[in-house]
């Protein structure tokens, strides 16, 4: 049976800076609509942010950058209503300019198969 569930899909403020990192991908039997995906700067400083969506055995790199050096200004948020569809292997993937400067949440639907 087909199931759908509201949720935050993932969450990440990485650490290390310039290290692009999963912040979700559908486990296997699952697909995922993400409906809004937002980057909050918690520092004061100005960052700059990276958001690539990738296919089974794609890198994070500029053919698949979605986001590329987004500037977020300090104690700011960025939001953007993305209704991303990804399918079990595919993923979002985030990095920072700025290692724990940036937050990075994706909101929507898992889809159990």
Same mark, same amino acid.
């Given at each position: ?5 509201? $949720? =935050? *899909?993932?969450? $990440?403020? !990485? /650490?290390?800076?310039?290290? !692009?990192?999963?912040?979700?991908? !559908? !486990? @296997? ?8 995906? #937002?980057? #909050? ?11 690539? /969506?990738?296919?089974?055995? %794609? @890198?994070? %790199?500029? %053919?698949?950058? *979605?986001?590329?050096? *987004?500037?977020? #200004?300090?104690?700011?948020? &960025?939001?953007?209503? /993305?209704? *991303?569809?990804? $399918?079990?292997?595919? $993923?979002?993937? @985030?990095?920072?300019? =700025?290692?724990?400067?940036?937050? &990075?949440?994706? &909101?929507? /639907?898992?889809?159990?198969?």
């Amino acid at each position: 049976m087909v199931t759908e569930v509201r $949720k =935050i *899909l993932g969450k $990440k403020r !990485p /650490v290390a800076a310039g290290t !692009p990192e999963d912040l979700y991908g !559908p !486990p @296997v039997d699952s697909e995922a609509v993400t409906s809004t995906l #937002t980057i #909050t700067n918690v520092t004061e400083d100005i960052s700059k942010a990276r958001i690539y /969506v990738l296919q089974s055995g %794609d @890198v994070a %790199d500029l %053919d698949n950058a *979605l986001y590329y050096d *987004l500037p977020i #200004t300090g104690n700011d948020t &960025f939001a953007a209503t /993305v209704g *991303l569809a990804l $399918k079990a292997g595919e $993923k979002i993937m @985030v990095e920072s300019e =700025i290692g724990g400067a940036l937050n &990075f949440m994706a &909101f929507g /639907v898992e889809i159990n198969l």
